[in-house]
């Protein structure tokens, strides 16, 4: 109960009596076959194994018209002026009720469907258009309509509707079903404002989409996700020219393998900024040849696809060199490098600004080009001609942050030694806070780790300078202007780290 599915075959089935219907499943995982019985095709199923048959009876619904399915849901009947209503608030699951005053007023508001600016039609049944200007005088202000999974299969009942909201700015159309393609000379003046469309589970062909985008004008923004593209379907044999304003193409969870071959379509949005490629099964992004390019792409999202190469991530700097937003995660060279993916990115790409929903710093984008530099020396000897050949940012690295001293950048092993620090003790017993009067002392070196608290500093100080465990010292900390900082015993549970301490830090003990 509840499913939905497209009628594809009406009639006689041999060997059996009676009329069957053969249904082509939106869930295909309630399909059997793809229309075929005992070497028999009777219908086809755009997904193989989505289709069965079915016997006709009553409990099959072929659904409403537009303005029934509206009435129906924005239009509820008067309770009157006597009746007493009572409301659970749904956040209390019911443990709490209410009485409700004047809903009957706010009924009024709702029905006066000429007002509606939103419609949400989705999962109501919707599968036929109205008389002829019914629907311009019941409803002409709507500039959002949703009629995702309803019941309509002809782009003739889409047109027959949107030509009489004149206003409609946005429409989705997600997980309907069209048997018929559609004819583009019947669109016109339908969607001269629009500015959204979703197509999203359709399985509609590309081509068609294309013929249907040429006559919205306005169009800025398309979903076609769920749609089952291949590379073959960017094929550009028959396929006909768009040309339209589209800034965000949504092309998630399809089937597309070949960089090269989603850029084709591409090639028909001249304003393109913004592009949706998650959940697909991209492996590699080949450099761009002669003046190929996005250029005016800005915000790219490739997450969960199955690049694995850091020559992709160049190649998509040639391609995109306004890139200022990026996501990979899901991607092998993101899994791989999980330590370090992030700043190996960033350093790559001159231009991003956010790479996985995170902003970059200008802080974390120095950092991600300083450890990029350490690491393409630590790969070994290369002349600057082979690292700029393989790491095209090199020599613009160099000059932005100095070439990096080879033999200093070698990686330091994580050793506890390695960790260490080395401060500088000076004992004294003047409490002036003239700095040199107290430098004038023996220096004593100390080596502590910085996880070390101020509370344990302190015995160890005892320990160095030889003046008993019990001895009242005070700890003042030299700053690097030369003033100085008391460390007091109400930081003791503090670490050095936190307090600033590095090697070579210099601190006064004065011992009394």
Not at 26 to 33: A, E, V
Not at 425 to 447: F, I, M, N, P
Request: glycine letters at 8%; aromatic letters at 6%.
């Amino acid at each position: 109960m509840g499913q939905y599915g497209t009628v594809r075959f009406a009639g006689p089935v041999d060997g059996t009596s009676g009329t069957w219907l053969g249904i082509e499943w939106d869930d295909i995982t309630r399909g059997r076959h793809d229309g075929t019985k005992d070497g028999k095709r009777y219908f086809t199923c755009l997904i193989p194994g989505s289709g069965s048959f079915i016997r006709p009876s009553t409990s099959i619904q072929a659904g409403t018209s537009f303005l029934e399915a509206l009435k129906s849901k924005y239009i509820e009947s008067f309770h009157g002026a006597k009746s007493q209503e009572v409301v659970v608030l749904g956040s209390s699951q019911g443990a709490i009720q209410v009485e409700a005053v004047n809903l009957d007023k706010i009924r009024g508001k709702l029905s006066k469907l000429s007002s509606l600016r939103e419609v949400s039609l989705d999962g109501e049944g919707v599968a036929s258009a109205d008389p002829q200007g019914m629907i311009l005088k019941t409803c002409s202000n709507v500039r959002g309509l949703d009629l995702s999974k309803s019941l309509i299969h002809s782009w003739d009942v889409i047109t027959a509707i949107a030509q009489e909201l004149p206003s409609l700015q946005r429409l989705y159309l997600n997980q309907n079903r069209f048997q018929h393609r559609p004819n583009a000379g019947a669109f016109s003046n339908c969607f001269l404002s629009l500015v959204e469309l979703r197509l999203n589970n359709t399985l509609m062909r590309w081509q068609d989409i294309l013929q249907i985008i040429n006559t919205m004008p306005a169009l800025q923004e398309l979903e076609c996700g769920h749609n089952r593209f291949t590379d073959a379907s960017f094929d550009p044999d028959g396929r006909p020219r768009s040309n339209t304003p589209v800034h965000t193409l949504n092309l998630d969870s399809n089937q597309i393998g070949g960089w090269l071959s989603v850029c084709l379509a591409f090639s028909d949005f001249p304003f393109l900024g913004r592009v949706i490629l998650a959940n697909n099964q991209i492996k590699s992004i080949p450099s761009p040849v002669h003046q190929q390019g996005l250029l005016r792409l800005k915000h790219l999202s490739l997450s969960f696809n199955r690049l694995k190469l850091w020559s992709d991530i160049y190649a998509l700097a040639v391609w995109a060199p306004l890139l200022e937003s990026l996501t990979l995660i899901g991607n092998p060279i993101m899994t791989d490098h999980s330590q370090n993916a992030r700043p190996l990115v960033i350093a790559r790409l001159a231009s991003l600004q956010m790479l996985d929903g995170a902003a970059i710093s200008e802080k974390e984008r120095r950092d991600a080009e300083l450890y990029y530099l350490s690491y393409i020396v630590n790969q070994g000897f290369m002349s600057d001609d082979q690292r700029t050949q393989e790491h095209p940012r090199w020599q613009e690295l160099c000059l932005k942050h100095g070439k990096p001293d080879e033999i200093l950048s070698k990686p330091t092993p994580d050793t506890l030694k390695s960790r260490l620090l080395e401060l500088r003790l000076y004992r004294t017993s003047d409490h002036s806070d003239t700095l040199q009067a107290g430098l004038e002392g023996t220096e004593t070196l100390v080596q502590v780790l910085p996880t070390m608290t101020l509370k344990i500093l302190r015995s160890k100080i005892r320990k160095a300078l030889r003046c008993g465990p019990k001895a009242s010292i005070v700890i003042r900390m030299v700053l690097s202007d030369h003033s100085l900082v008391t460390l007091g015993e109400e930081r003791d549970t503090h670490d050095l780290s936190w307090l600033g301490l590095d090697s070579g830090s210099q601190l006064l003990c004065i011992l009394s």
